[in-house]
Every structure is written in structure tokens, then in C-alpha cells.
């Protein structure tokens, strides 16, 4: 048509477009596009919200406010949607003044906001720690009609928490709920993770019961975040139970494991390790690096070197490689038992497998000459690793 300088109804070239993005050939909607407005071609509403939401779907934020510039600035009367769409951009920015201003720019117009209009600004609002503008969106929104939602309430929870005010987290929670609003699992993501990072383990045990009293199931990630916050704690039974609860329901990972074998490998304690690493491959769940490393970590503690150095050859039977860490727990546990000669063995392996070492290994080499008493090799060796740029710590 368009060849033929046929130019096409608007309705038709919306139905063109809208058939291309369907087809994700996105790239040939906006060239037809282009050539439409090159002939004078414009579209209307319905042209701009296909066009926008295609740039959202890519991800290209600024192509999507572009459009709605230029329609904007030709003098297109543009609808509601059209604004809905635009501040969805500005929230991906995230821009919450820009998201403010369209929002009153809309108003003003006489449009009323969706409710998915309101989440938007306000999770921008939040996002960006601009927490006394989305509360007051959020009671504006409640004004005007539109019921409050569990997507408003969890943005607001997460931007109470981003800023330390757990409590505050904690205290809309309880109140949302009393009014009717019913949370997700997302929102109890969120505040368990938030209490058991700042030490509340016992508050996030309680909203994992109350989580589970609602036939929510528990994701890994709430598990992961409850491991960690009793880890904390030292509160290492309910930790177990929590993860016998995540195998019954398939839900364990590799990661959950390690963060339990981390906390075993510290305290040394080298047969709940292996128990727990039983537990692991029988769940089908093969062993990452970190997981071996952490295995490594308690055989050093416990000062049982041959089956540390024996875990390091499982790794390299597997199929997996040993990296800066894993040479460097070996090396800190000979040093540890007082025999310099191995830990330098472990470190020559190192260098050989092409592997750098890490500041962390600095310090341990020379930490580990001063413990057994080679004090005049450590300047020596400073200068040698200050040449491979490594930078002393106050450690060191």
C-alpha cells in the first residue's frame, strides 16, 4: 500500500501494529510507524498505547516516554491509559518526580487514576525513598475510592525497611491487615527477610507460622532468609527444623544447605557437617563449590588437615575447580597447625593451577609466618605480593 502511496485508514495501521508486536516483530512496528509519520500519517490513542507498551515490553523506557512526548507535543488529546502507561515507565526509571507530575498532570484533566496507575507512583515513591509522598498517595488513593491493595502495602513495607524503620514495616502490616487486606507471600518475603537481617528472628519466626496458619507455602527464599536471621541468633534447632520443613516440601536448595554447612564449618563441628551433607546428596541436590569449601572449613577448624586436603581432591573428581578460597582455608589451616612447609606447599599448588591469589590470601600467608615464628620472612614476602599489587589491610 504504502509503495503505492495508498496511505491506510488509522484503524487499520493500529491493527498492523498490534499484529507485528504480537509476533514480536517489534523492530518492523516502529519502521512501519516512522514511515506512516513521515507521509503525515499519525496515529491516534490507541496507536500511541501499542506503541508505548511495545518500548516497555523491550525494556527501552525512554523510547516509551519519547512516544508519548511527541503526541503529546503534535497536540494528540491524550486518554487516560495513554498517562497510565507513561507513569508504568517513569516507575521502571525509577523516577518518582516525573511519576508525580504526570499523575497531577492527569488530574488535572479530569482523569481519574486506576488503582494500577497509583501502585505505580507510589511504588516509585517508595523505591526511591520518598516514603511521605507515597503514604500520602496511599491515603489519597483510599480518598478517591480506589481500595487499597496488598501491591501499595508491600512497596510501602519495603520502603519502610530499605530505610531501617522495620517497625514502622511492621506496624502497617498489623494495621492493613485488621482493615481487610489480605497479604502475599511477597509481603511476608519481605518482612521476614528485613527481620531476620536486623536480628527480630523471633518476630520473623512468627510471621512464617502466621504465613503457614494462611496456607501460604514458604519459598526458598523466605527459608534462605530465616536460616540466616537464626544463624545470627545462634539458635541452631530451629534452623534444622526449618530446613526438614523446606526438604518435606521440595522446596531446599543447594544454597539453603550451604548456609547451614557455613554455620557447621565455623563451629567446627565436623559431623553434623557430614550428617547434614548425607542429607543433601540422598535429597538429590548435588554439592556446589561453596559447599565443599564449606566442608573444607570445618575439617581446618577441627585441625583434621588429611581430610580437609581430601575434600579439595572430591573437588577436582567432580568435576568442579578449586578457586582462591579453597587454597586459602587450606593454607590458613597448615599455617594454623604450625606447618609453614605445607601451607607453602598448598600455596605453590595454587600458583601452578593458574589460580591468583586473593587478599585474603596475602594476609593469611603473612599472618601465618608470624604465628609460627618466621617473622623475618615476612617482609621478604610483603614485598614480593606488593609488587602483584596487593594493598596491606590493617589485617595484615
Same mark, same amino acid.
Given at each position: ?6 496511505? $491506510?485508514?488509522? *484503524? ?71 498517562? *497510565? ?27 481519574? $487514576? ?51 524503620? !522495620? ?9 492493613? !491487615? ?30 512464617? *507460622? ?7 507455602? $514458604? ?19 530451629? @534452623? ?77 573428581? *567432580? ?20 606447618? @609453614? ?56
Amino acid at each position: 500500500m504504502l509503495k503505492h502511496d495508498v496511505v $491506510p485508514w488509522v *484503524s487499520f495501521m493500529n491493527i498492523l501494529l498490534t499484529a507485528l508486536i504480537r509476533r514480536n516483530m517489534i523492530s518492523d512496528a516502529y519502521s512501519l510507524y516512522d514511515e506512516m509519520v513521515q507521509r503525515k500519517m499519525y496515529g491516534d490513542c490507541f496507536t500511541l498505547h501499542v506503541l508505548m507498551r511495545a518500548c516497555l515490553k523491550e525494556g527501552k523506557i525512554e523510547e516509551a516516554e519519547m512516544y508519548f512526548s511527541r503526541e503529546n507535543g503534535r497536540g494528540l488529546e491524550l486518554d487516560a491509559a495513554a498517562y *497510565s502507561i507513561v507513569i508504568q515507565a517513569a516507575y521502571r526509571r525509577p523516577n518518582s518526580n516525573s511519576a508525580c507530575e504526570l499523575l497531577k498532570e492527569m488530574k488535572k484533566l479530569g482523569w481519574l $487514576p486506576s488503582e494500577g496507575t497509583y501502585n505505580s507512583v507510589i511504588a516509585a515513591c517508595a523505591k526511591q525513598g520518598n516514603l511521605v509522598e507515597a503514604l500520602r498517595l496511599k491515603d489519597e488513593m483510599v480518598r478517591s475510592g480506589v481500595p487499597l491493595n496488598i501491591i501499595v502495602v508491600t512497596n510501602l513495607i519495603k520502603g519502610h525497611c530499605e530505610q531501617g524503620n !522495620v517497625d514502622s514495616a511492621l506496624q502497617l502490616f498489623e494495621e492493613v !491487615v485488621k482493615v481487610g487486606v489480605t497479604p502475599d507471600i511477597v509481603t511476608f518475603s519481605v518482612l521476614i527477610d528485613w527481620c531476620s537481617k536486623t536480628g527480630n528472628v523471633e518476630k520473623a519466626f512468627e510471621l512464617y *507460622s502466621q504465613m503457614k496458619l494462611m496456607a501460604i507455602q $514458604p519459598n526458598v527464599y523466605i527459608v534462605n532468609s530465616l536460616s540466616k536471621g537464626f544463624r545470627k541468633q545462634h539458635f541452631l534447632e530451629s @534452623a534444622y527444623m526449618v530446613l526438614d520443613e523446606a526438604v518435606e516440601h521440595g522446596i531446599a536448595t543447594v544454597v539453603t544447605y550451604n548456609i547451614l554447612l557455613c554455620w557447621l564449618g565455623d563451629l567446627g563441628m565436623v559431623n553434623e557437617a557430614r550428617h547434614l551433607w548425607d542429607k543433601m546428596i540422598s535429597t538429590g541436590i548435588t554439592p556446589s563449590l561453596i559447599s565443599y569449601n564449606n566442608m573444607i572449613l570445618c575439617h581446618c577448624k577441627r585441625g583434621c588437615m588429611d581430610d580437609a586436603c581430601s575434600v579439595k581432591n572430591d573437588i577436582l573428581n *567432580s568435576g568442579l575447580k578449586p578457586n582462591a578460597f579453597t587454597y586459602t582455608l587450606l593454607i590458613d589451616g597448615f599455617f594454623k597447625k604450625g606447618d @609453614a612447609n605445607r601451607a607453602f606447599g598448598m600455596f605453590g599448588q595454587m600458583v601452578a593451577a593458574n589460580i591468583a591469589p586473593s587478599d585474603f590470601t596475602f594476609n593469611v600467608v603473612i599472618s601465618g609466618l608470624c604465628k609460627v615464628g618466621r617473622v623475618s620472612e615476612t617482609k621478604d614476602m610483603l614485598n614480593n605480593f606488593l609488587k602483584q599489587g596487593f594493598i596491606p589491610s590493617s589485617v595484615t
